[in-house]
């Protein structure tokens, strides 16, 4: 049972080049989330998806796009980094259900950098 | 959801209890306290959440006043491992709100010392 697993585990862009992040869960959940962390900062939600088929903004939406290509798989797109999107990118799954327990389940995280 | 207030860090002697703090104010009544810690800029970690009843699990207890403006996390035992940032999230936990998303703040930065 590999839970949340996310790849790549790092990566470097230039200014410009473009890159998907993908995650890939097998808890059988319907809820999966991007988030972004920058350094010394919490997490800030990027896009989440409640059931497979539906996509909606978190509170940093700008500069990304999201594929919720079936309900394993939920992906990040970086269409034009830019040096401000240099984060750690952090997946997340949750069941909601019926639940309520709905804790969250998070992957190791994509350590990006754009130069 | 309800935004909350931790103290940006605290320190814990090795094999003590540490007790972190957190002040909700402004929770409703469907809210839910939910606590997660993150050890060295890993994926977040579940550790407990609670409503309105005191909880325990095996990895540590939860206390939420009776009014359930403020909670405490307590590591009964804390161990060096136990070195991390600790958030406290409240949000409402129904089946049906989208995403059920998580709303991360400062959180506490714990170091158990020797």
């Known amino acids: 049972n590999a839970g949340v697993t996310q790849t790549p585990k790092f990566q470097v862009l230039k200014t410009g080049q473009s890159m998907t992040l993908q995650c890939a869960q097998d808890?059988?959940?319907?809820?999966m989330y991007w988030y972004r962390q920058d350094p010394g900062m919490g997490l800030r939600l990027i896009y989440y998806s409640a059931s497979e088929g539906t996509t909606d903004k978190g509170e940093v939406p700008n500069g990304y796009n999201v594929s919720r290509l079936n309900k394993r798989e939920f992906s990040l797109r970086l269409e034009s980094a830019a040096p401000s999107q240099t984060s750690v990118y952090f997946c997340?799954?949750?069941?909601?259900?019926?639940?309520?327990?709905?804790?969250?389940?998070f992957g190791q995280g994509t350590r990006l950098t754009v130069v | 959801d309800a935004k909350t207030t931790q103290p940006p860090s605290m320190d814990c002697a090795e094999g003590r209890a540490a007790n972190l703090p957190c002040n909700h104010s402004t929770i409703s009544g469907n809210e839910y306290v939910y606590w997660y810690r993150q050890i060295h800029s890993q994926g977040p970690q579940y550790i407990i959440h609670g409503l309105k009843n005191n909880e325990t699990n095996e990895m540590a207890s939860l206390i939420i006043t009776e009014d359930r403006k403020s909670s405490t996390l307590i590591l009964p035992h804390a161990t060096l491992r136990d070195t991390a940032v600790y958030y406290c999230i409240v949000r409402v936990s129904t089946p049906r709100r989208a995403g059920n998303m998580l709303t991360f703040g400062g959180g506490t930065r714990l170091m158990v010392k020797p």
């Open positions: 997340a799954s949750s069941d909601n259900r019926g639940s309520l327990r709905a804790e969250a389940f």
């Open positions: 808890m059988n959940h319907n809820s």
